[in-house]
């Protein structure tokens, strides 16, 4: 499985989790990232 499959996964797996019936998308990814850790990431690594 490479790093592109196991982001792709990720973002599936947490739209799940949080309701949404979809992959989160990028943007939506890094929001979480962000609020929850205090931390940022570059959308470009997502």
Known sequence: MTLAEKIRYLREVEGSLRGLDRPMTQVELV????SELGKSISQSYV
């Open 31 to 34: 929001q979480g990232i962000r």
